[in-house]
């Protein structure tokens, strides 16, 4: 069982940077692989980036890739998800999601979700 919040969602302007965290509670931290998604009103939630365990291991959705960069630090309990050249699509609610198996990138792979934070993004 782990509990996650996400923070640092907000409103930034095209080109921007935005940093997002996720506070996870428990002791077991380490154990979960952990991801980033988002999700826009009628459409299915999507993949945007994972990261194994130990953190030795990222994936990232081919459309952030090059721009988003994910990172935990299993000594806080924390994962963070580094938005640069922020584009007006990357516009969403994004979730913090935590997995018991290894690195995946599946929304059905997931065990636990954080509430969701609003990313805004001008043009």
């Known amino acids: 069982q782990v509990q996650l919040v996400e923070s640092g969602g907000g409103l930034v302007q095209a080109g921007g940077s935005l940093r997002l965290s996720c506070a996870a509670s428990?002791?077991?931290?380490?154990?979960?692989?952990m991801g980033w998604f988002r999700q826009t009103p009628g459409k299915e939630r999507e993949f945007v980036a994972a990261?194994?365990?130990?953190?030795?291991?990222?994936y990232y959705a081919d459309s952030v890739k090059g721009r988003f960069t994910i990172s935990r630090d299993n000594a806080k309990n924390t994962v963070i998800l580094q938005m640069n050249s922020l584009k007006p699509e990357d516009t969403a609610i994004y979730y913090c999601?935590?997995?018991?198996?290894?690195?995946?990138?599946?929304?059905?792979?997931?065990?636990?979700w954080g509430q969701g934070t609003q990313v805004t993004v001008s043009s």
């Open positions: 999601a935590a997995t018991i198996r290894d690195l995946r990138h599946g929304v059905n792979e997931y065990d636990y």
């Open positions: 428990g002791r077991t931290f380490s154990s979960y692989a």
């Open positions: 990261i194994s365990r130990s953190g030795g291991r990222s």
